[in-house]
């Protein structure tokens, strides 16, 4: 698609500072993740994992921070970054 302006961020905004990935086998559906996402990036989706928990999912990957925060507050371990360096390296100071 042909913008026809460059967004000021658009640097920032062209790869996602992170990659989030749910594991669904450790999930346990408490929601924590996506409540206190800074940036709504997950959300409690309507699927079940294998034991009948509702699973967490990633509802737009593209604003993710790469804060951490959801990786730190999962009581199951179950969220996983992967930052995403050449994104980093994009940006400008
Ligand atoms: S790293 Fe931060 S912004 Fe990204 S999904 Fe986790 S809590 Fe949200
Ligand atoms: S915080 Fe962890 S266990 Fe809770 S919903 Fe998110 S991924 Fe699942």
Redesign the pocket.
Known sequence: MKLWRTPFDHNHSAEP??Y?FIDRERCKGCGF?AE???????KMGSELSSKGYQLAV?KD?S?????????L?CPEFA?K?TINNKAHSEIKP
């Not at 206190?36 to 997950?42: F, G, N």
């Open positions: 500072l992170a989030v993740c206190y996402c800074p940036r709504d990036v997950l990633v990957g604003k993710c921070l790469a804060c951490g925060f959801c990786e507050i969220v970054l």
